[in-house]
């Protein structure tokens, strides 16, 4: 007999391919019927709810963390711009009634304060600082309508040169 002949009328592929694609089926379709009866797709679901919220409180978390240790953290620059405001005072011999009427007066005190601003925004890597001072904006206003301040924004704190 010649290799490659058949014996019988069927091959060995032949013999082995019914029997194994029949298993193959039924495994497919045992998975399916566990798959879709067994509420594997109400659990994913579930899972991914689950997975959102738990993702949802760990960024909450995280905001919170950033705003107390970092973003408000403003004690030492809060000493700083007192610091530099009674400066400023000392050295035009005005006192702290005189930054309630005199505009020019916190003009200076701001421009001094701007340097301290811009320290407090690249540590505290926030999008805004600012500081208002309870006295006239603009000279000749004594309505009170108009204060004092200076007002700093770095939309992209991240990208900037940070302030160890």
Do not use: C
Request: charged share 20%; net charge negative.
């Amino acid at each position: 007999m010649k290799a490659g002949r058949k014996r019988g009328g069927r091959t060995i592929l032949q013999k082995m391919l019914i029997p194994v694609t029949a298993i193959v089926l039924a495994q497919a379709a045992l998975y399916a019927v566990v798959f879709l009866q067994g509420g594997v797709l109400s659990h994913t679901d579930a899972n991914a709810y689950d997975i959102l919220g738990e993702r949802t409180i760990n960024r909450q978390l995280y905001l919170e963390n950033e705003m107390i240790h970092r973003w408000s953290n403003v004690k030492e620059h809060e000493t700083a711009i007192l610091s530099s405001v009674e400066e400023t005072l000392k050295d035009r011999g005005a006192t702290l009634d005189d930054i309630a009427t005199d505009a020019a007066l916190n003009a200076q005190i701001l421009d001094g304060l701007s340097d301290s601003l811009v320290y407090m925004l690249r540590k505290n890597g926030v999008t805004g600082a600012f500081v208002v001072l309870d006295g006239v904006g603009v000279q000749g206003d004594e309505s009170g309508q108009s204060k004092a301040g200076l007002y700093l924004r770095d939309l992209d704190p991240v990208n900037n040169a940070h302030v160890p």
